[in-house]
DNA sequence: CAATAATGCTTGAGCCACTCAAGTAAACAA
DNA sequence: TTGTTTACTTGAGTGGCTCAAGCATTATTG
């Protein structure tokens, strides 16, 4: 289980209910998972596979390095939730997909994963619309 | 950097903003303690030595293995940054505390971890009191 | 009190994420 | 054609994390 990314100085009460939200969000996501025996990383890149897609396209919007990317890819594609084809419009270019097998994985990992759908679920419409607004305005 | 615990489905405005938190909040750990030279893990389990304790309790604390406490340990001991003292009241124990250097680390990360200052700082007391109380009930 | 068990931590092996530098091949430009 | 950019891979290196095994030391218990 990683670390939690939070201080253990809580200088007001908004901020330590802003660390047990994202904790607690950080737990289930790493629990949900490596109940699919996903690492966190290889949940999220087969996430984001619902098109196919280079892998080019896949650090950019996440945000990393390519060969990160190949890595990642690379076990997916080990484990059988991903196929990797070439592009045919541009032969130095691969394309990502998910295999049905993939497809299934990724389906339990968004039902396995219930954390968001619950918490908001405990809220009423109009509390859901505020919370939604408080936490856009505090993004900025 | 990590790649985000999100999933790309977002069924509701409230889940989007609620990974929208969890993305920018622990991208900016990341990036605070980066700026010191730090792994999140360093400044996590830095910043939970205020008083020194033994690495049992820093595991139980944090939920991981004794032996991933050890080497994070042993690293912020190479850095100079804890010192790890035998427990006089049970030599199988160790206590871990801050160096002076450890402290000043330490408090210059609270310092360059703004993220949820300058978030909170964005709603007026009374929304700080909603966001609160939303985001407590959501979390059940 | 001696044998046994439990505790606190370390070590070693192994996997994965991540980054950086270097390399290959294909596309593109001058 | 030559040179450059693009898309990706490879290799080396650092860390985080877990599990199994090991070593002291402390606690138990018969």
């Known amino acids: 289980m990683a670390l939690p990314n939070r201080p253990v100085a809580t200088s007001s009460e908004t901020e330590a209910a802003l660390f047990d939200l994202v904790d607690v969000y950080d737990r289930a996501y790493e629990t949900a998972a490596a109940e699919l025996s996903l690492s966190p990383a290889q949940a999220c890149v087969l996430g984001r596979l619902d098109e196919r897609r280079g892998m080019g396209a896949l650090a950019e919007e996440l945000g990393c390095d390519a060969s990160n990317i190949t890595q990642i890819v690379a076990r997916l594609e080990a484990l059988g939730l ?11 270019a691969r394309l990502v997909a998910r295999t049905p097998r ?3 994985v990724n389906h339990r990992f968004a039902t396995a994963f219930t954390f968001a759908r619950t918490a908001v679920g405990r809220l009423s419409p109009d509390e859901q619309d505020q919370l939604t607004a408080l936490l856009r305005k505090a993004l900025g």
């Open 82 to 92: 991903v196929t990797r084809e070439p592009n045919p419009r541009d032969r130095r």
């Open 102 to 104: 993939g497809d299934e």
